[in-house]
């Protein structure tokens, strides 16, 4: 069974990254063609990158590092479940990304957004990244927006009709988290 995080992409107090993150693992859990988990950044704890050899070679000096490592590698798919900070992702989750590398390597990846303007910029931001990291980013994306999908821009009220587009967001990832996996030594 394929197994697909869902990433709470950022760490600030009172973020609205964990209800929209639970919000999509809920939905998830109602399919049977993969195994969904949430995976918050916030229990990681990671400093600003602090690993004296790039991450590419795989030579993890820190403990927090390799308990990230340890997380990230089961996983054959990804969604990232990212805020809009000036137009680009967390600074929290670029740097989560940024530690590590083979974990991330031929696997599929899928977006949740949200701000002004559905979290769309940060997106982009993001899938420059995956093509660094060579992963599979599919086309379909939740794009919510934190004045029609967050109640006084507050308390998590997804219009009903992103559940359709979480699930055909699941559809592609988990179609190309499977065909890729011939490609990963495993
Ligand atoms: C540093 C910072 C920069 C932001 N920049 C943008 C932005 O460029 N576009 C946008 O739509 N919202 C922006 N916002 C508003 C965020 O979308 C909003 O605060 C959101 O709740 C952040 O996600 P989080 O609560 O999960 O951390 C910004 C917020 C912060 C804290």
């Known amino acids: ?30 399919r049977s063609d993969a195994e969904f988990e949430v995976v918050d950044l916030q229990d990681f704890n990671l400093p600003l990158l602090d690993e004296p050899v790039p991450p590419s070679q795989g030579k993890y000096a820190h403990a927090h590092t390799q308990a990230w490592s340890a997380k990230i590698d089961p996983f054959d798919a ?59 980013d599919v086309r379909a994306q939740v794009a919510l927006s934190l004045s029609t999908d967050f109640e006084n821009y507050t308390v998590f009220k997804p219009a009903a009709r992103h ?16 065909a890729l996996k011939p490609l990963r030594k495993k």
């Open 78 to 136: 990804y969604i990232f479940v990212t805020p809009e900070y000036n137009h680009a992702t967390s600074g929290a989750l670029k740097n989560a990304i940024d530690y590590l590398y083979k974990e991330w390597n031929n696997k599929a990846a899928g977006f949740v957004g949200y701000g002004s303007a559905g979290g769309t910029r940060a997106v982009e931001n993001l899938r420059l990244i995956m093509g660094e990291l060579q992963v599979a």
């Open 1 to 30: 069974m394929l197994k697909v995080a869902i990433i709470v992409g950022s760490t600030r107090p009172g973020r609205k990254a964990a209800a929209v993150a639970q919000w999509v693992h809920d939905i998830a859990k109602k």
């Open 163 to 178: 559940e359709t587009t979480v699930n055909t967001l699941l559809d592609q990832v988990i179609a190309w988290g499977g």
